[in-house]
């Protein structure tokens, strides 16, 4: 195999042509806009830069973020302390950043859009706004709003989230999550260069009205939007019973990133699994096994094994995280109470603002440290009294 065929330029897609270009294989990159922005911008968070360093190591502007301020409904707000930056980058910047990347490597940018694909042969032949192209095999990295329907992920309804946002003048160091009564989802403010990212995303509720809710609270805030660049997306928020049958692969494609459906469920973090699903499609499709077949499967595998089972299992926490209920209150107000009074639950929630908690291990670190947890909430309220500590509560 000698021609690879990328289709689209976002991170995915220009971190695959890197891998490919650097291993000698020509490469094509088709996008009709090649960088661009999205209203969450471009978060980075530890366990992206810890993996790939040239994302922090780098002369790209960014914002190094090392607070995070929770809020949610009765619960007031809580500050984190974060021991692993967050980075912001404008997207626009990101992405540009890794497509020139991908052509240091070698790979060719063409600046048009993929209309059509079908197969000629063993191969693809692309039909773009420019004229045609031929491929031995493509890298689908056209983001949630894929309009080649005969490959990548099949999503439906219920397995998108919309997020939207204003850019809008200011300054602030830290970044602001708000929970908000019966949404699953969240507000940010995210501080880029130059502006303020203020945005929503939610699962299960029109665009219009989560819209009605951003610039309710925008109002609150005092922050205006008149006259404010808007942006919106859709994101993939798989159900937990579409993992199994998500279309990541076929004959002759590799999905990645948005278009493979590879997005956090709960934190509608999509960058580091577009750029670490990239990463494993090139990994598979260079390694030595013998056929494209086999070279297929072991994609699939790669994701299930390294993060796609985890991300899996979260589609089922979602609705517990965002509209459930636990010691009569929601748990993102105990989330927010917690964080405020019991340092081991501080800590889990900076792991999983780092990326290092996964999912899968979460409710066993969490009944862990449960009864540490009491009893450091107890203590912070003066009822050491009434919460005596016994032997074993401090474990965790």
Same mark, same amino acid.
């Given at each position: 195999?000698?021609?690879?065929? $990328?289709?689209?330029?976002?991170?995915?897609?220009?971190?695959?042509?890197?891998?490919?270009?650097?291993?000698?294989?020509?490469?094509?990159?088709?996008?009709?806009?090649?960088?661009?922005?999205?209203?969450?911008?471009?978060?980075?968070?530890?366990?992206?830069?810890?993996?790939?360093?040239? /994302? $922090?190591?780098?002369?790209?502007?960014?914002?190094?973020?090392?607070?995070?301020?929770?809020?949610?409904?009765?619960?007031?707000?809580?500050?984190?302390?974060?021991?692993?930056?967050?980075?912001?980058?404008?997207?626009?910047?990101?992405?540009?950043?890794?497509?020139?990347?991908?052509?240091?490597?070698?790979?060719? /940018?063409?600046?048009?859009?993929?209309?059509?694909?079908?197969?000629?042969?063993?191969?693809?032949?692309?039909?773009?706004?420019?004229?045609?192209?031929?491929?031995?095999?493509?890298?689908?990295?056209?983001? !949630?709003?894929?309009?080649?329907?005969?490959?990548?992920?099949?999503?439906?309804?219920?397995?998108?989230?919309?997020?939207?946002?204003?850019?809008?003048?200011?300054?602030?160091?830290?970044?602001?999550?708000?929970?908000?009564?019966?949404?699953?989802?969240?507000?940010?403010?995210?501080?880029?260069?130059?502006?303020?990212?203020?945005?929503?995303?939610?699962?299960?509720?029109?665009?219009?009205?989560?819209?009605?809710?951003?610039?309710?609270?925008?109002?609150?805030?005092?922050?205006?939007?008149?006259?404010?660049?808007?942006?919106?997306?859709?994101?993939?928020?798989?159900?937990?019973?579409?993992?199994?049958?998500?279309?990541?692969?076929?004959?002759?494609?590799?999905?990645?990133?948005?278009? !493979?459906?590879?997005?956090?469920?709960?934190?509608?973090?999509?960058?580091?699994?577009?750029?670490?699903?990239?990463?494993?499609?090139?990994?598979?499709?260079?390694?030595?096994?013998?056929?494209? !077949?086999?070279?297929?499967?072991?994609?699939?595998? /790669?994701?299930?094994?390294?993060?796609? !089972?985890?991300?899996?299992?979260?589609?089922?926490?979602?609705?517990?995280?965002?509209?459930?209920?636990?010691?009569?209150?929601?748990?993102?107000?105990?989330?927010?109470?917690?964080?405020?009074?019991?340092?081991?639950?501080?800590?889990?929630?900076?792991?999983?603002?780092?990326?290092?908690?996964?999912?899968?291990?979460?409710?066993?670190?969490?009944?862990?440290?449960?009864?540490?947890?009491?009893?450091?909430?107890?203590?912070?309220?003066?009822?050491?009294?009434?919460?005596?500590?016994?032997?074993?509560?401090?474990?965790?």
């Amino acid at each position: 195999m000698k021609r690879v065929a $990328i289709l689209g330029g976002g991170p995915a897609g220009a971190f695959a042509a890197a891998q490919l270009a650097s291993a000698g294989l020509k490469v094509q990159l088709f996008d009709e806009k090649l960088a661009w922005e999205k209203p969450c911008g471009g978060g980075l968070t530890y366990k992206a830069y810890s993996r790939y360093p040239f /994302l $922090i190591d780098n002369a790209t502007p960014k914002r190094i973020v090392t607070e995070t301020v929770l809020g949610a409904p009765h619960a007031g707000e809580v500050s984190l302390q974060l021991q692993d930056p967050l980075l912001i980058y404008s997207r626009f910047d990101l992405n540009q950043m890794l497509l020139e990347r991908a052509e240091r490597a070698g790979a060719q /940018l063409e600046k048009t859009h993929v209309k059509a694909m079908s197969r000629c042969g063993a191969g693809w032949r692309l039909h773009t706004t420019a004229g045609i192209a031929d491929a031995e095999f493509c890298i689908v990295a056209t983001g !949630a709003r894929n309009q080649l329907r005969e490959v990548g992920t099949e999503l439906q309804p219920e397995d998108t989230m919309s997020a939207l946002g204003y850019y809008v003048p200011g300054d602030q160091a830290r970044i602001d999550i708000r929970f908000l009564p019966h949404l699953e989802g969240y507000i940010w403010i995210f501080p880029r260069c130059g502006h303020l990212s203020v945005g929503i995303c939610g699962k299960g509720e029109p665009a219009s009205s989560l819209r009605k809710r951003l610039e309710q609270f925008m109002a609150e805030r005092g922050l205006s939007w008149k006259g404010a660049a808007f942006y919106s997306h859709l994101l993939p928020s798989l159900e937990a019973g579409s993992w199994k049958r998500n279309r990541v692969a076929g004959d002759g494609w590799m999905a990645v990133g948005d278009a !493979a459906g590879l997005v956090d469920p709960i934190t509608g973090e999509g960058l580091y699994y577009a750029i670490r699903s990239a990463d494993l499609a090139a990994r598979s499709l260079l390694s030595e096994l013998g056929g494209l !077949a086999e070279k297929l499967s072991d994609y699939g595998r /790669l994701l299930r094994r390294d993060f796609a !089972a985890d991300l899996e299992f979260g589609s089922r926490l979602a609705k517990r995280v965002f509209l459930g209920r636990f010691l009569f209150g929601s748990v993102p107000s105990r989330m927010v109470q917690f964080s405020r009074r019991s340092p081991r639950f501080s800590a889990i929630m900076q792991d999983l603002f780092a990326g290092r908690q996964p999912y899968q291990g979460l409710k066993q670190r969490l009944l862990r440290n449960l009864n540490g947890s009491l009893y450091d909430i107890g203590m912070s309220l003066g009822f050491s009294r009434l919460v005596p500590r016994k032997q074993g509560l401090g474990a965790g």
